[in-house]
């Protein structure tokens, strides 16, 4: 599967149908999962990759509900509401390895709106000059100031792969 899937509204592009129809799928299959909804506005020089998508005060998270295509138009709901919302694309993106739409409004042309798959967020651990244990197959960091051990197993290629980067 290509990882973006562009449609394009008035485009010539033979693909443009069926990549219409794999985003409404895409959309679809997001019916009672959980989804970041992000706005933001396009710079001045139109480069997308110059969006700031870190969290923002008016960002939200939150369970889609009845989402569809109908023609060019994007419907869903949020939980709780009886109201059906809705915006009319002109352009819509997929990118599938990250699970996130790109939707840009025929009103708003100055804006991206980007639903998708919340990103993931790791639990940190920060841990000061811990005590290094090595065991078989096994690498353990102690924090005991903190009462903390993080035990790492690994197989023979990470152990290497861990040694030629400790070295590099």
């Known amino acids: 599967m290509e990882p973006k899937t562009i449609w394009q509204y008035g485009s010539s592009n ?6 219409l129809e794999t985003i409404r799928q895409w959309w679809g299959r997001l019916a009672d999962e959980k ?18 998508w870190e969290a923002q005060r008016f960002d ?3 369970v889609l509900t009845s989402p569809s295509l109908r023609g060019i138009t994007l419907y869903w709901r949020k939980p709780g509401s009886p109201d ?20 840009f409004p025929q009103s708003q042309k100055q804006l ?9 967020k790791y639990d940190k651990i920060a ?15 102690r924090d ?15 152990l290497e792969e861990l040694k030629e ?3 590099g």
Request: aromatic share 4%; hydrophobic share 35%; net charge negative.
């Open 127 to 141: 841990l000061k000059n811990p005590e290094i244990v090595v065991e078989e197959g096994a690498i353990a960091f």
């Open 35 to 52: 989804v970041s909804w992000q706005q933001r506005l396009i710079p001045d020089s139109g480069d997308l990759e110059a969006i700031d």
């Open 112 to 120: 991206v709106v980007r639903v998708g798959v919340p990103e993931l």
């Open 84 to 103: 059906e919302r809705n915006t009319t694309a002109e352009r819509l993106e997929l990118d599938s390895n990250r699970q996130k739409l790109y939707v």
């Open 165 to 167: 980067k400790l070295q």
């Open 60 to 62: 939200e998270e939150f």
């Open 14 to 19: 033979p693909d443009n149908g069926d990549n």
């Open 144 to 158: 005991n100031r903190q009462l903390v051990e993080v035990k790492i197993s690994l197989s023979e290629e990470g």
